[in-house]
């Protein structure tokens, strides 16, 4: 047996690290927590993986300075509004008013739906950028309805808190967004003023074979912008490509694909970290001074 997580719960000692710290902890809490409650707001997030689903590795905790790590974290629970509130160490409880379809059950657990998790993040105060890229990863997750269950939950949310910021969130949305950085670097070129760019949109050969999806582009003038995550700028080291491993593919790739793009007329710029983080008005910049050098008139 292992070190309890919760008192009264113990653990095999070789689940302690098989399993997610969180999900663990969570399932640990279910078991002295009524029938009636579910995890939400950033626990359901995290949960449900919800905050960035197609590269996880960009993703980071939503409404940052509020999360701790796990053994010392706040677990947020939902009760519907009544007289009994589960009063723990470790637990943030939140009494509501349950509506169909706010509850489901994953893995066992009871959590709010995606839809009720967003509106519950939003009331709480969460980052709108965090609230943009929780509802764009939804519309990705769930790209035949997700921007209308998004709508349809925030419908019923009126009156509720943070209504306003989350309509200006959803306006902001886009559908295909693949990764939070993504929805990072269409926010900068927002704020810098410049076009709105289609996302994720695919340019083809003149034979009609695809050529290349960008993050971002303007196909109007010809320019497109990609995020680049660290796994794009990997080399190879010589024992793995003696070995047989075809040396730096992504690079090569990345190379190949511009060389292209540039025979087909288009610009494309490639954005980093460092652009998003650190110098995001240099990116800006680049960004402005290929739309003008292709034509356009900002």
């Known amino acids: 047996m292992g070190v309890p997580p919760r008192r009264g719960v113990r653990v095999l000692r070789e689940a302690e690290t098989s399993a997610d710290p969180l999900w663990q902890h969570c399932r640990a809490a279910a078991l002295v927590l009524p029938a009636s409650a579910a995890f939400s707001h950033e626990t359901a997030a995290h949960l449900g993986g919800w905050s960035g689903p197609m590269r996880p590795e960009h993703a980071r905790p939503l409404s940052p300075g509020r999360s701790t790590p796990v053994g010392t974290t706040v677990t947020h629970v939902s009760v519907p ?10 637990i943030r409880t939140h009494q509501v008013t349950w509506r169909d379809g706010d509850v489901m059950v994953r893995g066992g657990l009871r959590l709010t739906s995606p839809w009720r998790t967003w509106c519950d993040l939003g009331a709480t105060g ?14 990705r997750r769930y790209p035949r309805d997700g921007a209308a269950r998004l709508a349809a ?85 010589d024992a793995a490509v003696i070995s047989g491993r075809a040396s730096n593919w992504r690079i090569r790739q990345d190379q190949a694909r511009a060389e292209l793009l540039a025979q087909e007329g288009w610009t494309l710029r ?25 034509g356009a008139r900002l």
């Not at 490639?270 to 292709?294: C, E, H, N, Q």
Request: hydrophobic share 40%; aromatic share 6%; charged share 30%.
């Open 81 to 90: 509004a009544g007289p009994t509130r589960p009063r723990a160490k470790g």
């Open 126 to 139: 969460a980052d709108e950028v965090d609230l943009l890229i929780l509802a764009d990863a939804l519309r």
């Open 153 to 237: 939950r925030l419908e019923q949310w009126r009156g509720g808190r943070g209504v306003n910021r989350l309509r200006r969130v959803l306006a902001l949305s886009r559908d295909g967004v693949d990764s939070p950085m993504e929805t990072r670097v269409r926010l900068i070129f927002r704020a810098g003023g410049l076009p709105e760019p289609l996302v994720n949109h695919q340019i083809r050969l003149p034979h009609g074979g695809p050529l290349h999806r960008p993050d971002l582009c303007w196909p109007r003038w010809k320019v497109a912008a990609d995020y680049d995550g660290g796994h794009h700028f990997e080399r190879d080291s």
């Open 270 to 294: 490639v954005f980093t970290a460092y652009d998003v983080f650190v110098d995001p008005d240099a990116a800006v910049m680049r960004m402005r001074d290929a739309l003008i050098r292709a």
